[in-house]
């Protein structure tokens, strides 16, 4: 493959398809298939900050991120000639990048984790002030949503991620994940749990 996966170009990568649009027509897949530069350079550009975001999220450490991304696109020019017409993008990519850190830094499990987001999906109140003594506050909550979600397991914490950042549905997450439908909204319902249990202490920041 000519086309060299390196770090996420904002201004070249074009908007994330919607989950609609998340498909490949058959002739966008042969040009694939067949390792045109062109095509591999528009599907790069498409999907590269989109999975490295997730990974992101899941090792924490850009350099080692970028290499992730790097690797997970190989990967998926190595396995492109598996993959169907009708089958949807992401799914698949968030699954080659899951098992390639997963393989890589299995013994390192790190998590990033917003602070908005975790309010909006946990409830929790924190001021969004921009002075000096609020910034402070901002910042150690924030912190403290990222170590919660360090004490989640991998599973819990990596499901939260596709569901509430990445906005999978359960479907493609059990896809993700190599398990069964409900096991996966157990998974996201008892991390949402143990989170907001986590972080009770964190709401009503003012």
């Known amino acids: ?57 899941l090792e924490g450490h850009r350099d080692n991120t970028l290499d992730l991304t790097q690797e997970t696109f190989m990967r998926s020019w190595r396995s492109i000639a598996t993959f169907k017409v009708g089958q949807r993008v992401l799914p698949w990519l968030f699954q080659i990048a899951r098992n390639t850190q997963i393989e890589r830094h299995r013994r390192k499990q790190l998590g990033q984790f917003s ?65 069964a439908l409900g096991t996966v909204k157990s998974r996201v319902y008892r991390a949402k749990e143990q989170l907001a249990a986590l972080l009770a202490d964190v709401s009503d920041l003012n």
């Open 1 to 57: 493959m000519a086309a060299d996966p390196t770090a996420p170009n904002a201004q070249a990568a074009p908007a994330p398809k919607e989950p609609s649009e998340d498909l490949l027509s058959a002739d966008e897949l042969a040009r694939l298939v067949r390792g045109e530069e062109a095509a591999w350079h528009n599907f790069i550009t498409t999907y590269e900050r989109r999975i490295f975001a997730f990974l992101y999220r």
């Open 115 to 179: 602070l908005d987001e975790a309010r909006e999906e946990q409830g929790l109140e924190i001021s969004a002030g921009t002075g000096p003594s609020q910034q402070a506050e901002r910042r150690a909550a924030q912190s403290r949503v990222q170590q919660a979600l360090q004490q989640l397991s991998p599973e819990y914490r990596e499901a939260l991620v596709l569901r509430f950042m990445e906005d999978l549905p359960y479907e493609d997450i059990a896809r993700v994940q190599g398990v």
